[in-house]
């Protein structure tokens, strides 16, 4: 029987060893009287969303910091990652043809799983620093020991971007008519400018068009914009936002609309998967390429039993060269469970690399790579991809290779910012859609004739 804590009793990785486990307790229990972040009616509104993605009625564009820090708290940052989503979302609703849900990775992204527990530094070994809810990255042992009084800061955090979002959203920042103030500079590099100025011209065709089938106005589509999802990777903290509200059966993760079990968390018999379980959010489960069909099975009979549209999201991210073996059989397994799930490429995470000088980065054209082959076997095998999961920032960091520009390994030296996955900036990001929009059309263009 699942309960609130049952988690406890599975096997729970990736939790910080908090030397003071009394104060670890009384900040829970303070974090247990401080009100959500959200409510339930906007988490059951992105489950109903999410089922029309899983349809093919909408588009899931998810997006933001690998790692968020708390000093991204700021009235720029969070703009510009607002800015960046939502220019993104128009030019995918022009490919799409169809609503476009935007779901960021903020207001709660603080917390990350490591590799190992401990970094080496000469010979000195400390914890590995896993997220700013946790400790912090400096590499001395007082700032890397695990603190409990940071997840009362980076709830606080986490209220204060949201608190920002909703403000901006509502204030008019959301207003989708003004393509005109894209930041465009960089299309000139590329040989597809012509196709992409054009495609800016046809945003506001676009949106007229959804709004006409709406029957409202842009912007006014729905009362949420923006929704959020952090990786439910700090069960303690998870679980004491977990809430039962009036009006409504079961239980809800208030902290944030759509958690997602990472990787290196989501076996099906783990602590994880076991708390995502329980409650009534829409869950993901991140995929790479070593699954089994019985965890596939096992993933589809405790998070989506019903196999309810909407419910579950598989997020796969298996890299541009492994993609074409193990998509297919992923599919194939989802399928022979009568699985109902959202599709979502993430073609960030199996695309890391190191470059001669140790710096992580990804190549931009790889991301690509692996999005436009996540369309076409999708398409090929009779569905559809449902979104994209990005990590990206709206600053202009030079932590990713690639793009019109041609950013290239000597110049990410110049603005490398992130301590954990490196992100397309502003320009790679904006490109990116441009691409994934174009290779949209197309795909319409394709299946067509099947109509
Ligand atoms: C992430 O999304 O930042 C992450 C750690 O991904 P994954 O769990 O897929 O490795
Ligand atoms: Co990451």
Known sequence: MWKLDSWRSRS??????????????QVLDE??????????????????????????????????????????????????????????????????QKPVIRIGRFAGQYAKPRSADLERRGTVSLPSYRGDNVNRPEFSAQARTPDPQLLLRGHERAALTLNFVRALVKGGFADLHHPEYFDLDWVEHSPLADEYHHLVETIGESLRFMEHVLGVRAGETDRIDFF???????????????????????WFNLTTHFPWAGLRTNHPEGAHIEYLRGIENPVGVKVGAEFTREQVACWLEKLDPQRAPGRLTLIHRFGARRIGDVLPKLIEHVRAEGGAVLWVCDPMHGNTQTTSAGVKTRHFADIYDEVE????????????????????????????????????????ARAYESEVDPRLNYEQSLELAFLIARKMKSEANVSEPRA
């Not at 820090?69 to 009235?75: A, D, E, M, Q, V």
């Not at 959020?228 to 079961?250: D, S």
């Not at 979104?387 to 990206?392: N, Y």
Request: glycine share 8%; hydrophobic share 40%.
């Open 12 to 25: 729970a990785l990736q939790q910080p060893d908090y030397p003071d486990l009394e104060r670890l307790s």
């Open 31 to 96: 974090l247990r009287q401080l009100p959500p972040l959200i409510t339930s009616w906007e988490v059951l509104l992105l489950r109903q969303q999410l089922a029309e993605a899983a349809q093919g009625k909408r588009f899931v564009l998810q997006g933001g910091d690998c790692a968020e820090r708390f000093f991204y708290c700021t009235p720029d940052r969070i703009a510009n990652t607002l800015k960046v989503l939502l220019q993104m979302s128009l030019v995918l609703v022009v490919g799409a």
């Open 228 to 250: 959020t999802a952090h990786e439910a990777l700090h069960l303690a903290y998870e679980e004491v936002q977990t809430r039962c509200v009036p009006r409504h059966t079961g």
């Open 373 to 412: 082959q996540a369309f076409e076997i999708h398409r090929a095998m009779g569905q559809q991809l449902g979104g994209v999961h990005i990590e990206l920032t709206g600053e202009n960091v030079t932590e990713c290779v690639g793009g019109a520009r041609g950013q290239s390994e000597e110049d990410l």
